[in-house]
């Protein structure tokens, strides 16, 4: 069995909380945002394999696989009643727990400014930077190959809303760890989720369900949050009007407010 990825317990007398990073990003991006939560939930960030702190990921290791590590942590510290956030890619991990794992040890789902399809089709309009295609698709796995320094500083300076110039002390800490991600992990993760496709799947996720996305999104500039709300069965969304793809970022607050509402409201449902 793999090492267990590297995980932070800001342990509390509530429910769980498990907060999972995006493509090239790390529990550092929850960092300011958590302790907003408090003593009152029990609180745990994770690094995907080959960001941050976790170990390398060894040859052939899938975003499927990234589950499985999200599993290890869950059974290693044998979490209950857990609400799994997902941000971005790590929103696509946790659909793969769920799919994998069921909901024995979840209770509830939080889906941060994702897309169950991240490839422009016709007739799909909910594509990554509302266009993404194959063309550019390669484009950005070559980049992610050859020069992953300009791929990941692209990528931090795009999770900002539209419009807006996030201070250089705000993108500094973010930037330094995303700048640790592997080729390997970025690959494997960016050409599992690349594949998958969830449009006609995830109306299977029948756990409550809270989507949040950022109204100034460039990653997801499209209305795909309501997409989702009509494809899940329990699910609700928030709109972060200032925020684009990092609402617990540049929206700290309300994020945490409406997090808390949700863990609470459905606690026992």
């Not at 789902?109 to 490839?119: G, I, R, T």
């Not at 990528?155 to 250089?168: H, K, Q, R, V, Y």
């Not at 709300?229 to 684009?244: H, I, N, Q, V």
Request: charged letters at 20%.
């Amino acid at each position: 069995m793999l090492e267990v990825i590297h995980h932070v317990r800001r342990p509390g007398v509530g429910p769980t909380v498990l907060f999972v990073p995006g493509l090239g990003m790390t529990s550092r991006c929850f960092a300011d945002m958590a302790p907003g939560l408090g003593p009152d939930y029990d609180v745990i960030t994770v690094d995907l394999r080959g960001h941050g702190d976790s170990p390398e990921p060894p040859l052939g290791w899938t975003l499927e696989d990234a589950a499985t590590d999200l599993a290890q942590v869950v059974e290693q510290l044998d979490l209950h009643d857990v609400t799994l956030v997902g941000w971005s890619l790590g929103a696509t991990v946790t659909y793969n727990y769920l799919d994998r794992y069921g909901t024995d040890r979840v209770s509830r789902l939080v889906s941060v400014e994702m897309s169950p399809h991240l490839l422009r089709e016709e007739g799909w309009e909910h594509a990554a930077f509302g266009g993404l295609d194959a063309v550019g698709a390669l484009q950005a796995t070559q980049q992610q190959w050859t020069d992953p320094d300009t791929y990941l500083t692209a990528l931090i300076e795009n999770c900002f809303a539209s419009g807006s110039e996030p201070e250089p002390a705000a993108l500094r800490p973010l930037l330094a760890e995303s700048l640790k991600t592997s080729r390997l992990a970025l690959l494997a993760l960016w050409s599992g989720v690349l594949t998958q496709d969830w449009r006609e799947r995830i109306g299977a996720l029948t756990l409550p369900t809270l989507l949040l996305h950022g109204a100034k999104s460039r990653i997801f500039p499209t209305e795909v949050g309501k997409w989702l709300l009509g494809a899940l069965p329990d699910a609700r969304l928030e709109m972060f009007p200032e925020s684009g793809h990092a609402p617990f970022l540049e929206e700290p607050d309300r994020f945490v407010r409406v997090l808390r509402d949700f863990v609470d409201g459905t606690a026992g449902a």
